[in-house]
Each structure stands twice: as structure tokens, then as C-alpha cells.
């Protein structure tokens, strides 16, 4: 019988913290090239360690920029958006060989169907999901990106879109991190939910499930 496997991507296939990490490296080449004032470096430094201190990385850029002199002629909503779309380094964001070999031996299993659901921007997740390769372990119609479906992970309708696509699965399961918003409908709508609880610095923490 077959069973429907779905996962999430950030922070459960792949550290979004490796994702701020390209955008910060992206975003450093980024203003330097456009405002050479800028110390390369010191743009990565000053993002990194509001990372790591658990603030806004944009805030800490912005305070930079004062301290150079150049916040009145940076637009940041334009550099916002350029963190946001960049192409993220392959040599930065990848997924774990452990993570890789899971979602290669689900793929070959004939009774395994592999669906990806994720919430956020279009473009933001498909490059995420180009450059990490995953494309190779989910038919493009099984993959749902929260912009293009209109639907997030706070309304049942994806999942019971997928039920409806694979009404002769005799189990259903997520993976995720969020207790917040990714084990809710699912777990009304009888999936079997695993939280996954081991990436440092996730943006959402909660209790092991």
C-alpha cells in the first residue's frame, strides 16, 4: 500500500541559518560592489553576530550604514529584496549527506509517494530548492510553496488537496519543525506528524514530538 511521505523545507530539510548565511555573504558583495565605502568584511561580521546573538541582521546593517555614511542613499527595501531572491551559494546552502540519503532511498521506494509543502515567497523557495537539488526527490506537482497555492500551513487545504490527489495512500505523515503551524492540520486530518529538533539556531523551537 502506498504512504505519503510530505516534509517542509526550512529547518527540516535544510538549516534556514544556512540561508541567512548566503544571504549575508550575497548581500556584503552586494553594497560593496555599489558602495565601495563599505568594508566588505565588516558587512558580513556586523549581520553575522546579529545572527548569532539572535537580532535583526537587517537592523544591524542598517546601523552600519549610518556608521559610514551612506544609509540615505542605500535603499533597503531593494536590499531587502535582494537577500530575499539572491541565489543562495551551493557551497553554503546544501543539505546533509544523512538528509540527502533519506530522501534518495523514499524516492526509490514504489510504494513511497514524497511531497514537499513549505510556506513562503515563490521565488525565494524555488532557488532554495534548485540550488540544494531537491528537485530530484519530488515530482514538480507534488511540490506546494505557500505564494503559489495561496494556501499556508495555517489552512488545511494543501494537505487535503493531497489526500485528495493520493486517496489510496493508507498513511499519511509530515515532517517539520514549527509546532506553531506545521502539525496542526495534519495531525486533525490523521497524518502521523515528526517534529524534527536538531538544527542550531532554528527559527522555531519547541518540545521534541
Not at 516534509?7 to 565601495?36: C, K, M, Q, W
Not at 546601523?63 to 541565489?87: C, Q
Not at 543539505?95 to 540527502?100: C, K, L, T
Request: aromatic fraction near 10%.
Amino acid at each position: 500500500m502506498m504512504r505519503v511521505i510530505g516534509f517542509d523545507l526550512d529547518d527540516t530539510l535544510i538549516p534556514e541559518a544556512l540561508f541567512v548565511r548566503s544571504g549575508i555573504y550575497f548581500i556584503a558583495d552586494y553594497l560593496h560592489v555599489r558602495h565601495p565605502i563599505l568594508p566588505y568584511r565588516r558587512i558580513i561580521t556586523s549581520m553575522e553576530v546579529a545572527v548569532l546573538s539572535r537580532q535583526n541582521h537587517y537592523g544591524a546593517l542598517e546601523k552600519l550604514l549610518k556608521e559610514y555614511g551612506v544609509y540615505e542613499i542605500v535603499d533597503m527595501k531593494e536590499t531587502v529584496a535582494a537577500f530575499r531572491n539572491h541565489p543562495p551559494d551551493p557551497a553554503i546552502y546544501h543539505a546533509a549527506p544523512s538528509v540527502i540519503q533519506v530522501l534518495a532511498g523514499l524516492r526509490q521506494d514504489p510504494e513511497i509517494k514524497t511531497v514537499l509543502i513549505t510556506d513562503g515567497r515563490s521565488l525565494t523557495q524555488r532557488n532554495k530548492i534548485m540550488t540544494a537539488g531537491l528537485l530530484r526527490f519530488f515530482d514538480e506537482a507534488d511540490i506546494y510553496i505557500s505564494e503559489e497555492t495561496g494556501h499556508d500551513k495555517t489552512s488545511p487545504d494543501t494537505f487535503l488537496h493531497v489526500m485528495e490527489k493520493y486517496a489510496g495512500a493508507c498513511e499519511y505523515h509530515y515532517v517539520g519543525d514549527n509546532p506553531a503551524k506545521d502539525f496542526i492540520h495534519p495531525s486533525r486530518l490523521g497524518w502521523i506528524t515528526h517534529q524534527i529538533h536538531r538544527f542550531p539556531l532554528m527559527i522555531h523551537q519547541g518540545m521534541p514530538r
